[in-house]
């Protein structure tokens, strides 16, 4: 399967942002799309997946974040409210067509990456 984030941008604190993930090339429904995301000069971290084993979210993003899936239009979304410049981050989305509940977090449980989309929140 194919991913292609889109969405990011500039907002100020306290704004919202939706960005996406389009998937292509194999049954979409089948796969958990998790959500991770990266700082400059910080480590890869989950932020939020949804799946047949439902919906998980980091406990930072929780509340204020909310992922949601179109399976018909191939396409997951991740709905950004309140946010914070801690928030800013390139955003990626990945898929597992084989995911397990505890390994949901886990960004090496995902076999497929898209490239990334940059989200900026300045204060």
């Known amino acids: 399967v194919q991913l292609q984030a889109s969405g990011g941008g500039l907002v100020q604190a306290g704004g919202s942002l939706r960005v996406s993930c389009a998937a292509s090339?194999?049954?979409?429904?089948?796969?958990?799309i998790g959500w991770f995301r990266q700082a400059p000069g910080k480590e890869r971290e989950f932020v939020a997946a949804?799946?047949?084993?439902?919906?998980v979210y980091a406990d930072s993003v929780k509340v204020r974040f909310i992922t949601s899936r179109d399976n018909a239009a191939n396409i997951v979304r991740l709905q950004m409210n309140s946010l914070q410049p801690e928030d800013t981050a390139d955003y990626y989305c990945?898929?597992?067509?084989?995911?397990?509940?505890?390994?949901?977090?886990?960004?090496?449980?995902?076999?497929?990456w898209g490239q990334g989309t940059q989200v900026t929140v300045s204060s």
């Open positions: 949804i799946g047949r084993h439902g919906t």
């Open positions: 090339g194999d049954t979409f429904s089948r796969y958990t």
């Open positions: 990945a898929a597992s067509s084989t995911m397990i509940l505890s390994s949901r977090r886990n960004a090496g449980a995902y076999s497929y």
